[in-house]
Structure formats: structure tokens, C-alpha cells
């Protein structure tokens, strides 16, 4: 057996082996915690499609986790409650305004594209402040949780914890399906090399601007099980500081790999967490850590375990 | 809505152009000749602010506070450009968004250590406080007319510099062609460091401006930065020109389209639907602006390049 | 094959083209020759797609082709190799080639079935690698080659997108004499299978392979004929061949 199947496998089997082992030590707040990082690794995962294979440095990635979790909540504050209904509209809301947004923002490139992702997540955002009936600035408490008819109960959080996790692995297994696919080709040979993926007859605009929307419907999700983990949806889900913390759990882990999204993700949250418990002001450590990481430490925690994927 | 109401917003949306300006110029310069993002230009923003507080509370006379507060600020922007920006010239986008990203983390925090998180209060000595009487016979206050007289000094000076001077020409040669200004043996990194001291000093002096009369707190430097970022995409990286108009275009259009598009759209539609459209779509208007500007011009009004 | 009238291409003050009039038959190998600054390369990006000339036409097969993008000419069969190796770092040369198949079977929108491991792409590639020697360095990453192997590259990719036109910019840039040999070697077996246009200053090449050649000083064609008259043209070689030949 390949030996990156076989630590993936382990690492599955610590990840579901997690909530009994948890209970049993009396610590259930590591259920919390390590589903808020698997909702996380989701989100993070879909920014690698575009950032990690695709070469788009989309720094307004969190208007998408915005959209989905405001989707759940704006339908639960008018009585929807149906989860069938709710994450559906997440994940489609995500995907048209990822269209929107990437159609504009795909025709440019370079320092160009970085602010205008920029520019347009944070007119989500202050759109989001402005809407005064959902809490504006200060958010709103979701109503209720989304309803699955009875399959699945998001209350309980080991259930909860259990459809995160496969809704990760899900995620981890299509992203690898697409990126080893023609269109992954297409995708990041452009990434690769512009000039010759045009010389050798593709054009990257469509393909890019697919990935931005698969990117997008994928983060959508991950908003709608955000806010049904935080049970609170305020604008501050797409800022871009929730941005910038997407992007380091992409680059931390190491890009353009699979399991790079998962880790790095797994990476912050942790740090913030011990940093979290040492000090109030964690960002004046968290910061330079950061600075120090893009400077020294380029290839991300994947790239320790295995080599790139070529 | 009168017209007085109008003059006087539209001198508001001049005099938050001007701040913008003051941030882009430097900025886009920054980006048009090191061809480096650099997020942590809001944060000489807000540490200009700040230390204006600090100082003129401390030395207890105005002008010895902005003086130092311009000085303190170029230091900063210093540091960061020897400690950090330094290795990420030839780094490519991407490491130069993360790691500036990480330095705001730090200096918004750094900020809150010593100052807290509220908002600080900027007072003003007495002589710019008052008002004038406008030709429409409302009333203005005096800081704020002069906030647009100094803006249009820089923008003239700036103008003089970058049109007139060795100095000046180096600059705009450096914005078109990097490689080739490099080839012609002159000094680059000299050339970058004063490029950049600028923008720093051009950055702490909008930051102390707009103490007075915007919220001096953690994490202000970032909500101008990416409206800054507007008017660089609207006017086109690396031309102070472009950054001038891009940045009268956004003070105005934003500040005009909080102010009356609510009144406007009730005029239109139902009042309680104009409450709750109006200042979303006054909030959008400049980012709407800046799509349909990239629409018929990719890269942006003035572009270099 | 390929006709192009009055082109012009102006950079501020310099005249790139200069008016530009040129053809290529069916089956020929066209050179163009020129000093350095000639404009050579910016007459290919023009007939390639990268550049968009001021004034001018540019017909490919009968079609005009002039407002075409780069990609839309690469599919109707128009296959470039840059002057400045431009490969794909990152994958191997196998890969390198099998995306050129890519380009040119059916459409990309495939999000499932893996291509790494696609007959339909492999099998090609390997032949068109095997082709040129490069065979037994299918997995080897593109960064990884010499530079003589990476040139080779370039020609591979050129050649694996089945083109009815090749334009060669400067294939044999940098390499020795024994690289440079087995080049022309290979170039001289494409010669009746392919349409070409090969920019090159090694004259050794020029005169082994070219059916006609073109000679492109300060962007203008000062002459266009058969590789002996060309030899034997006074302003010829005045103004570039000089002392060779």
C-alpha cells in the first residue's frame, strides 16, 4: 500500500476514534475544538483548489463562508429551518456570487487580482454590517439548527462532529479527483506556465473561472456548517482578516497538496489556541510567527511528510 | 436637501479624497516600483494617528506632536522595510500579502497593548476648531478646509517632484521599467528606500489627520487601506495621477452616496425599502464603481504599464 | 499556408514592422534571418498570437487570422517554440508533452477520470518523446533537464499538438555543436511532414534546412529567396551576413 494512503488512514482512524476517547476522558472540549477545525479544513481545502493549484491568490476567499453561513441564518430567521433547503442555497448563493465576483476579477491578474478579491469580499462585508434587520455589525444568533428530517441532529455534537468530518473527507476526496482530472491539468498548467498553456491552445480564463465557483459552492458549505457550529453569524466571517487566516492555513500546510489544507488548518488553529491560553494579546506572538513562517519555512508542513504531487 | 447640504458634502467626499490620496500615492508608487503588496502601509497609518495622540498630549503643543508623530512614523516605516520587507522584494506576491498580513496582526495588537481597545481621543488646539461661513451660508469647520488646503499642497508638491526633479524622473522610470533603471546603474536600493520613507511619511501624516475626526483605534489603518486599494485599481498601479483622480473620484462618490442615496431611493421607492437599500447600496457604490471602471479599462484609468 | 501583408508593429517610437510582407507554401521551411534587434521575435509573437500588430493582415489556411487570440491559433493548428525555454518546471516531461495531447483531444471539462495515467494522452506523448530521444527521460521534471534536453522539450510540445504550421524561434539558442547537430538532424526529418518557420542565427541550420529565406533587418524584409541567391545578395550581405557565408 502507498505509504500517503496508509497515513491517511491513521490520521481517519485518530479523527474518528476522537469523540469516545474524548467523552471517556471527561475532555469534551476537544470535540468542539476539532470539529471547528475540520469545518475550517473544508473551507481551507477549497482555497487550495485555487490558490494551491491554481495560482489565484483570492484574498476575499471568507465572503464565501459569509455567504453560506448567512444563507442558513437568513432562512432560519423566516422559519426555514430545513437543512435540505438551507445548505443547498449556501452552497448555490456561494457559487453565483463566486461567479460574479471571479468573472470580473479573473480578467486581471497579479497585484491587481489580489485587491480587487480583496475589495469585493469586503463590500460583502459591508453589506453585511449594513443589513440591520440581521444583527448588522453585531450579527445574529442562528434560530435554530439546520433540520435534517430526523437523519441527522446537529445538536448532538458528536453527530455533528461525525458529518463534519466526512463532509471534509468528502471534500479531500473530490479535490483530488478534480485537480488529477483533464480540467486539473488545464488548471495548473497555467499556474505552471501562462504564456505556454496559451501556445499549446487553452485558454485558463474558463477554467479558472470554474475552479473559483467550485471553490466558492465548496466554502459556501463549510459557512453553513459554521454557523450551525458557532450557533452566531456576524460579518466578521468575511472579513479579511478571516481571509488572510484562510490563506495561512493553505500556505502552513503546504499548497498545491492534499493533505496540506488539513494540516495547516489543524497548525493554526492549534497555535492561536495555545497562544489563546498564554495571553490575551496572542496576535502580538501570532503575527511575527506568521512573518517568520512566510520567510523561512516556504514549503508548509506537507512538504516534510512527501514530495509535490506532479 | 439643499443645495448648501450638497456643497457641503461634496467638500467632505474632497477632503476624505484627499486623505486617500495621501495614503495611494505612496502606496502606489510602492506598488509600481518594488512591484511589492505591502497591507502593512495601513498600520503607518494608524500608527501616525496614534502617536500624534501620544505626543501632542506629551509635549503639549500641537505642532511639536505632528512633527514627531511624522518623525516617529517614518522610523517605523523604516524598520519594517529593513526588517521585513527587505527579504520579500523578490518573493513572489503571495509571501509579500502573507507576511505584511502578519505584520498588521502585530501592530493592531501592539497598539491595543499599550493603548487599549477603545478609541482614543485626538483633540485639536483651538485654532482649528472653529468654523468659517461657506458662500452658501452654512457653516464648515475650519480643520477640515485645512486638511484639503495641506492635501493640496502634497499633491502639488508631489507633482513638482515627480515631473520636475532627477528624482522625480528616477521614480516614474523605476514605475515602467524597474530592470531597465537598475541597468543604468542607479543606486535601487537607495532609490527604494527614499520611495518608500515617502509613502511612510505620506501615510503617518493622513493617519494624524485623521485623527480628529475619525475613530483613532485598533485596526483603522485596514479600513481605509482597502478603499485605498479601490482608487490604486481605479487609477492604475504606479501613477501618482492616477491615484490623485481615482482618489477624488472615491472620497466623493462614497461619502455623496451615504449621505443622499437614501433620500434619493425614497424619492423613488417606499421609504422603509430606501432604509434598508439605501446604505447597503451606498456601501457597495465604490466597489460597483471600481468593476465597471476594470470593465472598459483592466488596468485602470492612468496605468503605466 | 500562411500570407501576411503590411504588417506593422510600433513600440513607441521604434518600428518593430515595418510593413511586413511574407508567405509560406504548404510543406516549405521558411527562414528568417536577421541581426539581433531585427524584430525576428516580435514578427513570430505577431504571427502567434502574443502580440497584436498595429496595422495588417495575417491569414492562415485561407482564414484571417489577425484578431485571433493566441489560444484560438494554437487550435486551428499554429504550434510555437519560444526563443527563451518555456516549459513546464513543475511536471515531467512526460506530462509536458501529454498536455499538448490534452489541447488538442476533445474538450477539457473533465473533472474525474484521471490524466496522469490516461492512455489516451500517455501513449502519444511517449511516442512523440520517443520521436526525439527524449524517451527515456519521460519522468524526469522539466527543471531537471539540461538545457540542450529542454530545447528538445520545446520542440516536443510544438510537434505533439499535430500542427499544420510550426513557428521555431531560435530552437538551437545555447546549445553546442554535437546538441546542435542532432537538431538539425531532427529538423530535417519534420522538413516534408510539416509547414515551418524557423528563425535562427545559426547558418549552418539555415542553409541545411531552408527552402527559402527571409531577411528581416530594422523590422523591414530586404530580401526573400532561395538559400544560394540569398547567399550571393550584395545588401545580404552587407547588412548581416558579412564575412559568413
Not at chain 2, 483633540?123 to 461661513?133: A, F
Request: hydrophobic share 55%; net charge positive; with cysteine.
Amino acid at each position: 500500500m502507498k505509504p500517503r494512503l496508509l497515513l491517511w488512514m491513521v490520521a481517519v482512524a485518530v479523527l474518528v476514534a476522537l469523540p469516545p476517547l474524548a467523552i471517556a476522558l471527561g475532555q469534551t472540549y476537544y470535540i468542539d475544538l476539532v470539529r471547528r477545525v475540520l469545518i475550517l479544513s473544508l473551507a481551507a481545502i477549497s482555497l487550495n483548489l485555487i490558490l494551491g493549484y491554481g495560482g489565484l491568490v483570492s484574498f476575499g476567499h471568507a465572503a464565501y463562508l459569509g455567504i453560506g453561513a448567512y444563507s442558513v441564518g437568513i432562512m432560519a430567521f423566516y422559519g426555514v429551518a430545513s437543512g435540505w433547503l438551507q445548505w443547498p442555497l449556501a452552497i448555490g448563493a456561494s457559487a453565483l456570487v463566486a461567479l460574479a465576483i471571479g468573472a470580473v476579477s479573473i480578467r486581471t491578474s497579479g497585484i491587481y487580482f489580489i485587491m480587487i478579491t480583496l475589495a469585493f469580499t469586503q463590500m460583502l462585508y459591508y453589506l453585511g454590517i449594513s443589513l440591520a434587520e440581521f444583527g448588522g455589525d453585531d450579527g445574529m444568533r442562528l434560530k435554530a439548527r439546520s433540520q435534517f428530517s430526523g437523519l441527522i441532529d446537529l445538536s448532538d455534537p458528536v453527530a455533528f462532529y461525525y458529518l463534519a468530518l466526512a463532509l471534509m473527507l468528502l471534500a479531500v476526496f473530490i479535490t483530488y479527483k478534480i485537480v488529477n482530472s483533464r480540467f486539473g491539468m488545464v488548471l495548473r498548467a497555467a499556474k505552471s506556465n501562462d504564456a505556454r498553456t496559451r501556445a499549446v491552445g487553452f485558454s485558463p480564463y474558463p477554467y479558472r473561472l470554474a475552479a473559483f465557483v467550485i471553490a466558492g459552492a465548496m466554502c459556501g458549505l463549510a459557512g453553513a456548517l459554521y454557523a450551525n457550529h458557532t450557533n452566531y453569524i456576524t460579518p466578521g466571517l468575511m472579513s479579511w482578516q478571516q481571509s488572510g487566516d484562510l490563506m495561512f492555513m493553505v500556505i502552513l500546510g503546504g499548497m498545491a497538496s492534499t493533505a496540506g489544507p488539513v494540516l495547516g488548518t489543524f497548525a493554526l488553529i492549534l497555535i492561536e489556541e495555545l497562544l489563546k491560553g498564554w495571553t490575551e494579546y496572542w496576535q502580538v506572538v501570532l503575527g511575527p510567527l506568521l512573518v517568520l513562517s512566510v520567510i523561512f519555512f516556504k514549503r508548509g508542513l506537507a512538504g516534510m511528510f512527501y514530495k509535490p504531487d506532479a | 436637501m439643499t443645495w448648501g447640504l450638497v456643497f457641503e458634502q461634496l467638500l467632505n467626499g474632497l477632503q476624505y479624497g484627499v486623505m486617500l490620496f495621501l495614503m495611494a500615492a505612496g502606496l502606489t508608487l510602492v506598488l509600481g516600483i518594488m512591484n511589492m503588496v505591502n497591507l502593512a502601509h495601513g498600520s503607518l497609518y494608524m500608527v501616525g494617528a496614534y502617536l500624534a495622540v501620544a505626543l501632542t498630549g506629551w509635549t503639549g503643543n500641537y505642532f511639536a506632536g505632528v512633527a514627531l508623530a511624522l518623525l516617529g512614523t517614518l522610523l517605523v516605516g523604516m524598520a519594517i522595510e529593513v526588517v521585513t520587507l527587505r527579504t520579500l522584494y523578490n518573493r513572489d506576491h503571495l509571501d509579500q500579502v502573507l507576511a505584511t498580513f502578519g505584520l498588521i496582526l502585530f501592530f493592531n495588537e501592539l497598539v491595543s497593548m499599550i493603548w487599549g481597545r477603545g478609541a482614543q481621543y485626538a483633540s485639536l488646539p483651538g485654532w482649528l476648531q472653529g468654523h468659517i461661513d461657506l458662500f452658501t451660508g452654512s457653516r464648515y469647520p475650519v480643520y477640515r478646509v485645512a486638511i484639503l488646503v495641506v492635501g493640496l499642497l502634497v499633491a502639488i508638491l508631489l507633482w513638482y517632484v515627480v515631473t520636475r526633479t532627477r528624482l522625480g524622473m528616477l521614480v516614474r522610470a523605476g514605475a515602467s521599467n524597474r530592470t531597465m533603471v537598475g541597468a543604468l546603474g542607479v543606486n535601487i536600493k537607495l532609490l527604494y528606500t527614499v520611495v518608500f520613507g515617502v509613502g511612510a511619511a505620506l501615510a503617518g501624516l493622513a493617519g494624524l489627520m485623521a485623527g480628529p475626526i475619525y475613530a483613532v483605534q485598533p485596526g483603522m489603518g485596514e479600513l481605509i487601506l482597502i478603499q485605498v486599494f479601490v482608487v490604486i485599481v481605479i487609477g492604475g498601479i504606479g501613477s501618482v495621477r492616477g491615484a490623485l483622480v481615482g482618489a477624488i473620484v472615491v472620497g466623493v462618490v462614497d461619502t455623496l452616496g451615504r449621505a443622499f442615496l437614501k433620500p434619493l431611493l425614497a424619492s423613488v421607492i417606499s421609504p422603509p425599502a430606501a432604509e434598508a437599500a439605501g446604505p447597503a447600496l451606498a456601501s457597495m457604490l465604490i466597489y460597483l464603481l471600481m468593476a465597471l471602471v476594470l470593465a472598459v479599462k483592466p488596468a485602470g484609468l492612468f496605468a503605466n504599464r | 499556408m500562411l500570407e501576411v501583408r503590411a504588417l506593422t508593429k510600433q513600440f513607441g517610437a521604434l518600428r518593430a514592422s515595418d510593413g511586413i510582407d511574407f508567405d509560406v507554401a504548404e510543406g516549405e521551411t521558411h527562414a528568417v534571418i536577421g541581426p539581433n534587434g531585427a524584430g525576428k521575435t516580435t514578427f513570430i509573437s505577431q504571427l502567434a498570437g502574443n502580440l497584436r500588430p498595429d496595422s495588417g493582415r495575417v491569414r492562415f489556411a485561407g482564414a484571417d487570422i489577425t484578431a485571433l487570440p493566441a489560444p484560438r491559433r494554437a487550435r486551428l493548428g499554429l504550434a510555437r517554440s519560444f526563443q527563451i525555454t518555456s516549459v513546464y518546471p513543475d511536471f515531467s516531461v512526460l506530462h509536458n508533452v501529454a498536455l499538448a495531447i490534452q489541447a488538442h483531444s476533445g474538450h477539457s471539462f473533465r473533472f474525474w477520470r484521471d490524466a496522469r495515467s490516461d492512455p489516451a494522452l500517455i501513449e502519444p506523448a511517449r511516442k512523440v518523446l520517443d520521436n526525439l530521444g527524449l524517451g527515456g527521460r519521460s519522468d524526469v521534471l522539466a527543471v531537471n533537464l539540461s538545457h540542450g534536453e529542454q530545447r528538445q522539450l520545446e520542440v516536443a510540445i510544438a510537434l505533439a499538438t499535430a500542427p499544420r504550421l510550426l513557428l521555431l524561434d531560435e530552437p538551437m539558442a545555447g546549445m553546442g555543436i554535437e546538441e546542435s547537430q542532432r537538431m538539425i538532424a531532427l529538423l530535417a526529418s519534420l522538413k516534408r511532414r510539416h509547414t515551418i518557420i524557423l528563425v535562427e542565427h545559426d547558418m549552418d541550420a539555415v542553409f541545411r534546412l531552408a527552402d527559402r529565406i527571409s531577411v528581416l533587418v530594422y523590422g523591414r524584409v530586404i530580401a526573400t529567396d532561395t538559400p544560394e541567391r540569398i547567399r550571393a545578395n550584395e545588401e545580404v550581405r552587407r547588412a548581416y551576413l558579412g564575412t559568413e557565408a
